[in-house]
C-alpha cells in the first residue's frame, strides 16, 4: 500500500530507541501490535510501523539538553529527528527545528549517508509515544491514509 510524495517528510532516524513496557527498543524494529508507552505510561498497540524514503537531514537534539535538572537526563541518547515532526516539551506541541538557537546543541546535521526515516500510526490522533524519554507525536490512521507521503507498512 503505498503514496506518492515530493517533500520531505517529517519522522525518525531508525535507531530511535521507544519505551515499549519497561525496555527501550529501536524503531525499526517495531511491527504491527507491538505495544509503546504513550506520554501518560499507558501501552498502545501500534497500527502500522512507517517507513519513509532515506534521508540525511535531521535535526539533532543531543542528549541531555532538554534537561532542567539532576533527577533524569532527557533525551537519553542523541535524537535525531527531521524538522517538522512534533514533540512534546513542557506541555506544548514544539516543531524541534524551532529549539535550534534556543537550546544548547540543538542543531541541523546532515549524515554522510542517508537511512530510512520511520515513524508509527496508531489508531487515534494526538498520541504521543516515549521516544529517548521525550514524548514523540505519531501519526493517525486518517492522517496518513490523507497524507501525500509514500511510505510501507511494517
Given at each position: 500500500f503505498e503514496f506518492v510524495f515530493r517533500s520531505s517528510v517529517p519522522c525518525l532516524h531508525p535507531n530511535t530507541q521507544v519505551l515499549c513496557a519497561k525496555e527501550y527498543k529501536a524503531?525499526?524494529?517495531?511491527?504491527?501490535?507491538d505495544l509503546v508507552t504513550d506520554r501518560h505510561g499507558q501501552e498502545q498497540?501500534?497500527?502500522?510501523?512507517?517507513?519513509?524514503?532515506?534521508?540525511?537531514d535531521f535535526?539533532?537534539?543531543?542528549?541531555?539538553?532538554?534537561?532542567?535538572?539532576?533527577?533524569?537526563?532527557?533525551?537519553?541518547?542523541?535524537?535525531?529527528i527531521r524538522k517538522g515532526h512534533p514533540i512534546l516539551l513542557n506541555g506544548k506541541t514544539i516543531n524541534p527545528a524551532k529549539l535550534i538557537g534556543k537550546v544548547e546543541g540543538v542543531k541541523k546535521t546532515k549524515l554522510?549517508?542517508?537511512v530510512p526515516v520511520y515513524s508509527l500510526c496508531m489508531k487515534k490522533r494526538n498520541v504521543y509515544v516515549i521516544m529517548e524519554g521525550i514524548p514523540v507525536k505519531t501519526w493517525s490512521e486518517?492522517?496518513?491514509?490523507?497524507?501525500?507521503?509514500?511510505?510501507?507498512k511494517h
Open positions: 524503531i525499526s524494529s517495531l511491527k504491527q501490535g498497540p501500534i497500527l502500522y510501523n512507517l517507513q519513509f524514503d532515506r534521508s540525511n535535526i539533532l537534539i543531543p542528549k541531555g539538553s532538554l534537561t532542567s535538572d539532576d533527577s533524569c537526563v532527557l533525551p537519553c541518547n542523541d535524537l535525531l554522510n549517508d542517508p486518517y492522517d496518513i491514509m490523507n497524507s501525500k507521503y509514500k511510505f510501507s
